[in-house]
């Protein structure tokens, strides 16, 4: 009789949602094959030829994620070990938290990535900088005269922009004195 498996998690886990989201973020990875009774520390002869990662959640968002060689977890600082940091690297450019591992870890901790910051925390100028398209950079003139004055002098609006910013930010420091240094007299 042959017992049931699921890709990369057991069958008892495999509908948790925090599974399913980390099985997602590892698609394209090998998974290991494993049953509900399957032991990652004692492996029965019978269970010797699964390998891949397997994920099991854990409390909140905390997912617990192992890498079976011969049906076994690996620890880090054996022979396959890497495969625990590669699979860190991966989760942490797919946005997720990974906990730090010490070197006889058996597997890593991750934790689910949360929503991102509303983008109506940033200003104007950070959602500028942050545009990869022209075309999304808002319009800051909202009159045909004074768009045709920016279109005719773009360097002339790219300073008075730069040095609207410095304003702003010297009037918030208390370092403005009213005047560009350069209009000052010398001494």
């Known amino acids: 009789m042959n017992a049931r498996t699921t890709p990369g998690s057991t069958p008892a886990h495999s509908t948790h949602p925090n599974v399913l989201a980390a099985r997602h973020a590892l698609h394209g990875k090998l998974a290991a094959e494993i049953t509900d009774h399957h032991d ?3 492996p029965a002869p019978t269970e010797q030829a699964v390998r891949g990662y397997l994920v099991e959640p854990r409390a909140a968002d905390r997912i617990a994620v192992y890498w079976l060689e011969k049906g076994r977890a690996v620890r880090r600082d054996t022979w ?11 989760f942490t450019r797919m946005g997720w938290t990974v906990e730090p591992m010490i070197r006889t870890s058996l597997c890593l901790h991750v934790h689910r990535p949360t929503e991102a910051a509303p983008e109506t925390l940033l200003t104007e100028w950070e959602r500028d900088l942050l545009a990869t398209n022209v075309d999304n950079i808002p319009q800051r003139y909202t009159t045909a005269d004074e768009n045709a004055a920016v279109e005719a002098h773009p360097s002339d609006t790219e300073i008075h922009h730069a040095m ?3 304003t702003e930010a010297e ?3 208390g370092t403005w004195r009213g005047e560009w240094i350069g209009d000052q007299p010398t001494i």
Do not use: E, K, P, S
């Open 171 to 173: 009037a918030t420091d």
């Open 80 to 90: 396959r070990g890497n495969v625990l940091d590669r699979l860190a690297d991966h």
């Open 164 to 166: 609207q910013l410095i």
């Open 40 to 42: 990652i520390t004692d």
